[in-house]
């Protein structure tokens, strides 16, 4: 094979895909994204021509030439479509970014525009999770977004990103391979089981195994796969192989071998022998008297589960005022039940890590974690090491979605390279997650139902808000108590209202295990009281927009959910009001709309959603800024950039702060050995707790330096300028998202198409226009995945969609443009007045289609996903 | 992905190479058996080192497609219209890069509902040519060598050679309706009609576990078309997986045959 212009010795293995013979001569550019033709973030030219490098036998590429995206370019000389990707800023985490450019490079004129009257159907095989593919758009038509240089307000381009186009920016496992060791995990075929016995015997003698770990090698400690600044807010409910397996596709035996080949052959040879046990699938069941319990052995104080008993993991019981009597003098009342289904975070990178020990004896663990340090004091609580005798580095991660706040790979890689330390093979280990594990074996949106009874005054003012939740975390509690208190946190508080009661449980079941998805809770609850609003709002007759008016909180008003006020959140700024007029006006302003043929209906809605900027209970952030006397800022930030385009905002403040241009500005990051410690990139703190930390680094340097006499100064000094920030996300603010949309609905056929789709963001200060409007763009693309096509169906505990080919990711015909509007607004908390903007786009958008479709066929949706055959459903009188 | 059971690869270049020893499994050209694990296959052979031709014209107009020509080639074969056969690629899931290197004969073999080239030949009457092991072949209609969902009638030995079909159907007035979850995935109901000389021939694909193939008048009313189609698929059975549930499957499917059937009647009146 000629690989990017030179001739690759040696042959591939006769059941090799081309993908990894790429990969084993040094091709890092093409990417895994599903392993299986369907994300095209593998593609690559075979003689010119496009294909997906992972479902085309190595054989057939033998003597042909094979350009990756880093044969197409380099940061230096970008191709034509490369430097059009960087213009436009179509990227963000950039993993499925090489794919794209080499596609449309085979499409491209010689100036790299891409001119083809059907990008939605040619395009259908290039997956992109990030973007809502409206950058790209811009990109194959040549459109320029971003500029080169300019600080804070401006849209200075990402950093990384004429590395990303050309393929050479390093992800997690983009490293040379030659020595490293791999894992396969055996998985339980039983809902519920009991290990009796593990023969590996068989396993053992294929030739390559280097080690087998079964549960008896398992450390035994529980802990949590959720990573929380505080694990105490956690349950400690999982073992790192545990006796008990308690979903189908819990790992239990983990095979170690010189080829990734060798270590599947055998683990297909690991013998497990289990005691079936009674499963229960349906939370409300679970928490029925009788039902098997999954957890019904741990104490509940030492493993804070609430209720081990009832496979109740978390509850929520409490009322302020006096919810019947509200309901009982209302003048208008509504109730109903809303379901949402699973959803999956399909990040394109895969969960994936490497560990090995280092010559110090420090256990080092590269891998695909929005939280580096928290990884790093949890395993070291595990394998029993001092954290600094651990130490975990994160590469640019490729697409997190809240997916990449846990432990899910590090620990068994971990374990593996201590254990075979010890006996003096320094060998690194890795594991990399399979598509079909990221939907069968990793955490997924939890779904719920909530059933949602308000009251309200002749004039639509709030009497009475009664909210019940019940959460199928499935087989392992991990974030379930926290998506739980936050689903019913904002969106309840967010309403003034002198009645609320909120029960809410989180449930045990031997499902696959739910985990922290974007909104983190906020989706589905918002889901349904925005339903139920709407529903109140026709009720009394006035538009949604007002109803909204006359009940939301305003500055001055105490946050509540069920108990005493929230205390830890306040009004740095406040922009709701704006952002109500602004979506309101824009979609008046597309009136009258038309129908797209005879059949359709047309309707409008919107929602609105609030969010905290921080989490609560503290994220903490240090930076450290060495101005050298180059003129050179090397800024160390322990937080993660996983397309959350943190990495560009840093490099703006410093280079606001010192005057410099932003290709003066180095970032070193998510690396727990050369910064102090960071929480971690979630809870949308990238850019207002680390970012403030860099900002008051970059303070302090500027302090240094106009005590030195300015810039000019700098050549005169002997070492660098040192300035360090912290922050410690005590003080949270709240920001607001309204979203609104013109649909069409086709009863006969039941499909939604969305004709205006408008959100106006209540952001603070902008600190990059263009970052902001593909943060946006992107949580809607994701929201409207899960609002009408996306669904992990699982049944009887198995999963039925096991990769991109069942499951619904939205392609780039399926994505509605969507218009960004901006509120006004300063905060008094963050970072130049900045506030954060990356989950919360997606909280509002499922109930504003909902209430749009409820608006154009006089029948209100309670469940999602709103696909086709529910909508179908649904207007012929049917059950969902 | 990697297919780590396989030991061994081989073109196949005559008919004695297409005899496959234990464990082995044809391989074309898409390709479908890299895209999920295949723990019984120890051993692949490349049937496109056959190096067939792509497609030949029939005596009478017809047209023979090699099972290992591409769809990107069956587009561009000298089709009387390309209207159907493009329509009948643009229904298929992959993308435009799997198309270049998909075989038709590999979507026939794979029998998948949704397979748009067993649409595609279905409903343009082909006949598939099957060589049997004994070097001799046989032939059937493409609607009868897919048996079920994922299941063809082909018998242990036996290889497709191409599907041929007929010169008239290829010259008749033909429409396509298509239902799918997601407007380009993958499809839930196809209906593809075809105006002969005294009917309009129905095939369903998609929303049934194997082809159905119904002759109906032209002068039916929507009414009974529907029921027709209903009837038919009915006793088929109708198919359900994620991209689809068996109710909203049928009544799309019934529906899509009735629009099909008037434009064919309405285009020719």
Redesign the interface.
């Known amino acids: 094979m000629i690989l990017d212009g030179d001739e690759v010795p040696g042959a591939p293995a006769p059941g090799q895909c081309l993908r990894t013979w790429i990969r084993a001569c040094g091709g890092t550019a093409v990417k895994k994204g599903c392993d299986s033709g369907d994300c095209g973030a593998c593609t690559v030219l075979l003689d010119g021509v496009p294909v997906h490098s992972c479902i085309t036998p190595a054989a057939r590429a033998a003597g042909r030439a094979v350009t990756t995206a880093a044969g197409l370019g380099t940061p230096e000389e970008l191709s034509p479509v490369q430097r059009r990707f960087v213009e436009a800023g179509a990227f963000q985490c950039g993993f499925c970014t090489p794919g794209w450019v080499v596609t449309a490079t085979a499409l491209a004129d010689a100036d790299g525009t891409v001119r083809v009257a059907d990008p939605e159907r040619v395009f259908k095989g290039n997956l992109c999770r990030c973007t809502g593919y409206r950058s790209i758009r811009d990109a194959l038509a040549g459109t320029v977004n971003v500029t080169a240089g300019g600080g804070v307000g401006c849209s200075v381009a990402a950093p990384a990103g004429p590395r990303v186009v050309t393929g050479r920016e390093a992800f997690t496992l983009d490293l040379p391979d030659t020595g490293v060791l791999h894992v396969a995990l055996v998985r339980s075929p039983h809902a519920h089981a009991r290990v009796v016995a593990v023969d590996r015997g068989a396993a053992e003698e294929v030739p390559g195994v280097v080690l087998v770990l079964t549960p008896a090698d398992s450390p035994d400690v529980l802990y949590s796969t959720a990573r929380h600044e505080n694990r105490l807010d956690d349950p400690d409910d999982t073992r790192l192989l545990d006796e008990v397996v308690r979903f189908r596709g819990q790992r239990v035996v983990a095979v170690v071998a010189e080829s990734a080949a060798a270590a599947q052959r055998a683990a297909a040879l690991v013998d497990v022998r289990y005691e079936v046990l009674p499963a229960v699938f349906d939370p409300e069941a679970s928490r029925a008297p009788g039902a098997p319990l999954l957890h019904g052995e741990k104490d509940a104080a030492a493993s804070r589960i609430a209720d081990p008993a009832r496979n109740v993991v978390a509850a929520t019981h409490g009322e302020v005022g006096d919810v019947a009597t509200g309901l009982r003098t209302a003048a208008h009342t509504v109730r109903g039940t809303w379901t949402s289904g699973r959803v999956a975070h399909a990040a394109l990178e895969t969960h994936g890590a490497r560990a090995w020990v280092d010559d110090d004896g420090t256990l080092v663990v590269r891998t695909s974690t929005q939280v580096p340090f928290l990884v790093r004091d949890e395993l070291a609580r595990v394998l029993g090491r001092a954290p600094d005798r651990v130490r975990v580095v994160a590469a640019r991660v490729g697409g997190g979605f809240g997916g990449k706040q846990e432990l899910l790979v590090e620990d068994v890689v971990a374990l593996a390279a201590l254990r075979l330390a010890e006996r003096g093979d320094r060998r690194p280990v890795q594991l990399e997650m399979t598509r079909e594990e990221q939907f069968t074996a990793i955490p997924l949106r939890h779904p719920m139902r909530v059933t949602v009874e308000l009251g309200a005054d002749a004039e639509g003012r709030l009497t009475a808000m009664r909210v019940e939740v019940l959460s199928d975390t499935g087989a392992y509690g991990n974030h379930g108590p926290g998506v739980m208190f936050h689903g019913v946190h904002e969106s309840v508080a967010v309403y003034r209202c002198p009645a609320k009661r909120v029960d809410a449980e989180a449930v045990y079941t031997n499902n696959p295990p739910s985990g922290a998805f974007r909104g983190y809770g906020l989706g589905q609850v918002v889901f349904a009281i925005e339903s139920a609003l709407d529903e109140l709002a026709r009720e009394v007759g006035i538009t949604p927009f007002d109803l909204r008016r006359r009940n939301v909180v305003v500055p001055g008003d105490p946050l509540v959910v069920n108990g005493p006020p929230t205390t830890d959140l306040e009004f740095g700024s406040y922009g709701l009001d704006q952002c109500l007029d602004l979506a309101e006006a824009a979609l008046a302003g597309t009136r009258p709309a038309v129908p797209p043929a005879e059949g359709w209906a047309i309707g409008e809605g919107m929602a609105l959603a609030m969010i905290a900027t921080i989490p609560p209970r503290g994220h903490h952030s240090h930076a450290r800024i060495a101005l050298s006397p180059d003129g050179t800022a090397t800024v160390a930030v322990g937080t993660a950039e996983f397309g959350n385009g943190t990495a560009t905002v840093h490099t703006q403040l410093v280079a606001q702060a010192l005057g410099l241009d932003p290709d003066r500005v180095r970032l070193i990051a998510s690396d727990t050995a050369t910064s102090g410690y960071d929480s971690g990139a979630f809870g949308s703190t990238g850019s207002v707790v680390a970012g403030l930390a860099v900002q008051r680094a970059a303070a302090e340097v500027r302090r240094r330096l106009d005590a030195l006499g300015g810039l000019p100064a700098l050549r005169r000094t002997e070492g660098p300028v040192v300035g360090t920030g912290t922050c410690d996300g005590g003080r949270r603010s709240v920001a607001f998202n309204v979203h609104a949309v013109r649909v069409a609905v086709h009863p006969a056929s039941g499909e939604v198409r969305v004709l205006d789709s408008v959100q106006a963001v209540d952001a603070g200060v902008v600190l990059n226009p263009e970052q902001l409007r593909g943060q946006v763009e992107g949580g809607v693309a994701q929201a409207v995945g899960s609002a009408l096509q996306e669904e992990v169906v699982v049944v009887d505990g198995q999963v039925r969609t096991r990769g991109f080919r069942t499951y619904r990711t939205p392609q780039l015909g399926d994505v509605p443009t969507t218009r960004v509007l901006v509120a006004d607004t300063v905060d008094a908390l963050g970072p130049h007045g900045a506030k954060s903007m990356s989950e919360a786009p997606y909280n509002p958008v499922a109930p504003a289609i909902a209430n749009a479709v409820r608006d154009a066929v006089g029948v209100r949706p309670h469940d999602l996903p709103m696909s086709r055959d529910r909508i179908w459903r649904l207007t012929r009188g049917g059950t969902p | 992905?990697?297919?780590?059971?396989?030991?061994?690869?081989r073109g196949a270049h005559d008919r004695e190479g297409l005899r496959l020893r234990p464990g082995e499994r044809l391989?074309a050209g898409?390709?479908?058996l890299?895209?999920?694990p295949q723990?019984q296959?120890t051993?692949?052979v490349?049937l496109t080192a056959m190096h067939w031709e792509p497609w030949e014209p029939l005596p009478g107009g017809g047209l023979r497609l090699a099972a290992t020509c591409t769809v990107q080639q069956a587009r561009a074969a000298p089709w009387p219209s390309p209207t159907l056969a493009e329509r009948c690629a643009?229904a298929l899931?992959?993308?435009?890069?799997?198309q270049?290197?998909a075989t038709v004969g590999g979507n026939l073999c794979l029998g998948l509902p949704a397979g748009a080239m067993i649409a595609l030949t279905a409903a343009l009457d082909g006949e598939v040519v099957v060589w049997t092991p004994d070097g001799a072949e046989r032939r059937a209609p493409v609607a009868d060598f897919v048996l079920d969902a994922g299941v063809v009638d082909l018998r242990p030995g036996e290889v497709l050679r191409s599907v041929e079909l007929p010169g008239p159907a290829l010259r008749q007035a033909s429409a396509l309706r298509r239902?799918a979850?997601?407007?380009?995935?993958?499809s839930a109901a196809l209906v593809i009609g075809r105006r002969s000389a005294d009917a309009v021939v129905l095939t369903v694909t998609a929303s049934v576990p194997r082809p159905v193939v119904l002759a109906l008048p032209p002068t039916e009313t929507a009414a009974a078309v529907r029921d027709a189609v209903a009837a038919a698929c009915g006793a088929t059975g109708w198919f359900a997986?994620?991209?689809?549930?068996a109710?909203?499957r049928a009544?799309?499917t019934v529906?899509l045959a009735a629009e099909v059937h008037a434009e064919l009647v309405e285009g020719a009146a």
């Open positions: 992905m990697d297919l780590t059971h396989v030991e061994t690869y391989l898409g390709t479908w890299f895209s999920e723990p296959v051993g692949l490349d643009d899931l992959m993308s435009f890069k799997v270049s290197a239902a979850l997601t407007t380009h995935g993958r997986d994620p991209h689809g549930a109710d909203w009544a799309q529906g």
